[in-house]
């Protein structure tokens, strides 16, 4: 083992495709895209540097609205912690306490993060829609016409209404991770306690929720980081309108580089989500510190 | 050390492959064939899965029918990357002899840039079946360009059952228009269905009424920044058009929330009286609507008479065909590119597929019905204006569909959107 650590060729050839990898897909993208933000260029024709204009334009224009998409980015952030991760958490510790049909609940609960996003955007379509849709029919049907609303078409709904869907998507996904975190528990420890006279609740927040703390704190970056590239449901549901009301960063990349051929202001969404993205994964793990084993 | 060595012996074979296939290609494009014949390039977007690729091989055929010396290579891509290539092409002087391409602002680049054929002496022999209405937006500077095959073109699509169960004639004006929705709301109606979320389908109406209100030659030289201003006062009325017909409810509800199939599925249901949009929507009334037969098609009415009549048209020929001013044989190409798109809007339109450019004379008894409206429309329109999205540049043109959606909305104001949209075509 020693000999092919020494050996500089070997060290070379296996770091050499994962590296060219890591590079070519990741690290020099990120870099033209930083170069294009300082660009206006609309894809074809030649670019023309105007330094941070992007930029200044990003934070200052009206009609792009950057801020308040970056506002309902974080809004979904603060939903996905504190709304999400806590749900798939109690279903985790329900139902690795061994209940009947383990399996089965789990793969009940798995099944939204498999299904594409797009076929789960169509479903919701149909669950909004103000005329036959299963929300507004059920409302009515118990009497409270006066709830309805055009769910995806009225301003002060969409946001939430595009948010439910994508926080209940990945619940799933979130309950999984902690599942395999409290099955990894070693079983002497939860015994140990019981012995010692702990009740069910205690050993969950005494013991296991502690336990998972590793985990949790994986959750909540993926959650977070998540929130801050939200792209496809919302895009399904309400393509970011009406009128930007349930817009967020990559959906207004996106209608910036796509819709109206501005690639540089649109790299200079993308590098602002990029950096949004690492500070607040750096500043979560700053938070939710953890022993090293 | 010896992996390096087959490392890099891999790379260099394939890159020697990647080069003999690469001087394979630019072989095939010589002038002339192995047989002796005049081998003509054409470049198109029309795809297998295109609706309009047999109209081309029947079009291709024709014409190597009539001229037996000649071999056409038609070679197509697929849209969205064509606009890329032919760009390229342009810049490194690579054009095929008769291309592809979309008549309007797209093309000026290619115009401007000296390597594309002018066509006027040409035109002359097809005058009578091609009128200069249909090609206006090939002609620049006073020139022509290319050639074109449909005349896609903004209609009012009714329900004609839903009019006369509520005894409500069909709209030409604005007065009437408004009359029947608030009519149609009176008797439990949605008069209009459209989608405000995919913000062209609303587009489609305003575009027609804005139209319909400035002229066409005013609204042509305002969104091209030609002269003129949107802050003249015609420009105002259809804002405050859509504004008057949110206000009175005669959009479907949720519009702001409900796509274009799905608001396009309740009008061919029978739940709205009418539905703005372009001429293709004829192929869809025949396949999803229960009754076909009670469906009708109609201008879009007239806001200001004195200045758009009602056969003003939003739309026209668009898919064009250009002739490379590098190309060795330019008559022969310049009879192509005719040909071949009188061909496609021939076997296009007979096929359902589009709104032929070129005159109908020959047998179209086997269209369907709406279609064969529209096309007649389309032949005795006295102008053509291209959609407000195509026709300005593509930031404006992105910004207008938000303003757009905001004033449905209510973000903004009539007024609002006037000097908003002013303020962008100043930029």
């Known amino acids: 083992m020693d000999k092919i650590r020494k050996n500089k060729l070997a060290i070379f050839l296996f770091i050499f495709p994962a590296a060219v990898l890591f590079i070519g897909i990741i690290i020099v993208p990120i870099i033209m895209s930083a170069i294009y933000s300082f660009h206006d260029w609309d894809g074809i024709t030649d670019m023309k540097f105007i330094g941070v204009k992007n930029y200044i334009e990003l934070f200052t224009s009206e009609s792009a609205g950057f801020p308040k998409t970056i506002l309902n980015a974080l809004l979904l952030a603060i939903l996905s912690v504190f709304i999400q991760l806590p749900i798939s958490l109690a279903l985790a510790l329900r139902i690795s306490r061994g209940i009947k049909g383990e399996r089965f609940f789990m793969t009940v609960f798995f099944i939204p993060v498999l299904i594409s996003t797009v076929v789960i955007g169509q479903l919701w379509l149909k669950i909004y829609n103000p005329r036959y849709g299963i929300l507004n029919v059920a409302l009515e049907t118990l009497g409270l016409d006066s709830w309805c609303h055009t769910w995806l078409g009225e301003q002060e709904t969409a946001l939430m209404a595009v948010f439910m869907p994508t926080l209940w998507q990945y619940v799933g996904y979130h309950m999984l991770l902690m599942y395999a975190g409290v099955k990894s528990v070693s079983p002497d420890v939860i015994e140990a306690a019981k012995i010692d006279g702990a009740n069910g609740w205690q050993v969950s927040t005494r013991i296991i929720i502690p336990l998972l703390k590793p985990v949790i704190k994986i959750c909540v970056i993926f959650a977070v980081t998540g929130s801050l590239k939200a792209f496809d449901m919302i895009y399904v549901l309400t393509g970011g309108g009406p009128d930007h009301a349930s817009e967020v960063p990559s959906t207004l990349m996106v209608s910036m580089i796509f819709g109206q051929s501005r690639y540089g202001f649109g790299s200079a969404i993308a590098v602002s989500i990029i950096f949004l993205c690492f500070f607040f994964a750096i500043v979560i793990k700053r938070c939710i510190k953890t022993e090293e084993y | ?427």
């Open chain 2, 1 to 427: 050390m010896k992996f390096k060595r087959v490392i890099s012996s891999v790379a260099a074979t394939a890159m020697l492959a990647g080069c003999f296939t690469g001087c394979g290609k630019e072989e095939g494009s010589a002038g002339k064939s192995a047989d002796g014949k005049i081998e003509l390039t054409l470049w198109s977007i029309s795809t297998e899965s295109d609706a309009f690729h047999d109209a081309y091989e029947q079009a291709i055929k024709d014409f190597e029918a009539s001229h037996e010396n000649v071999k056409i290579v038609h070679e197509t891509f697929e849209n969205e990357s064509y606009k890329t290539k032919i760009k390229s092409a342009v810049a490194a002087n690579e054009l095929p002899d008769v291309f592809f391409t979309w008549a309007g602002g797209f093309s000026q680049s290619f115009v401007d840039s000296g390597k594309v054929l002018q066509l006027d002496d040409y035109y002359k022999k097809y005058e009578s079946e091609l009128s200069r209405a249909a090609v206006s937006n090939l002609i620049y500077d006073g020139k022509l360009y290319g050639s074109v095959m449909c005349t896609p073109i903004s209609v009012m699509w009714y329900n004609q059952k839903l009019f006369d169960d509520n005894g409500i004639k069909v709209p030409e004006n604005w007065t009437e228009f408004k009359d029947a929705c608030q009519k149609f709301i009176d008797n439990g109606v949605t008069p209009i269905g459209t989608s405000a979320k995919d913000k062209w389908v609303l587009a489609m109406l305003h575009d027609a009424l804005t139209l319909k209100s400035v002229g066409p030659e005013k609204l042509y030289s305002v969104l091209k920044k030609e002269g003129g201003s949107y802050s003249e006062a015609d420009f105002l009325k259809s804002a405050e058009a859509i504004k008057e017909l949110v206000d009175m409810g005669a959009f479907i509800e949720g519009a702001a929330g409900l796509s274009n199939d799905e608001a396009s599925a309740e009008f061919y249901r029978g739940n709205a009286a009418m539905y703005f949009t372009g001429s293709w929507m004829s192929a869809s009334i025949r396949t999803d609507a229960e009754n076909p037969s009670d469906f009708g098609v109609a201008p879009i009415p007239v806001i200001n008479s004195s200045n758009a009549k009602l056969t003003d048209f939003m739309g026209g020929g668009s898919d064009s065909l250009m002739v490379a001013a590098s190309t060795e044989h330019k008559d022969l190409s310049a009879e192509l590119a005719f040909e071949i798109t009188k061909g496609v809007s021939k076997y296009g339109y007979l096929s359902g597929a589009g709104i032929p450019a070129w005159q109908v004379n020959y047998d179209d008894s086997e269209v369907p019905e709406l279609t064969k409206q529209v096309a007649k429309y389309a032949t005795g329109a006295t102008s053509f204006t291209l959609w407000f999205d195509t026709l300005m540049e593509s930031e404006d043109a992105g910004e207008y569909l938000t303003f757009l959606q905001k004033l449905f909305v209510g973000s903004l104001s009539p007024k609002d959107f006037q000097s908003e949209m002013a303020k962008q075509l100043e930029k």
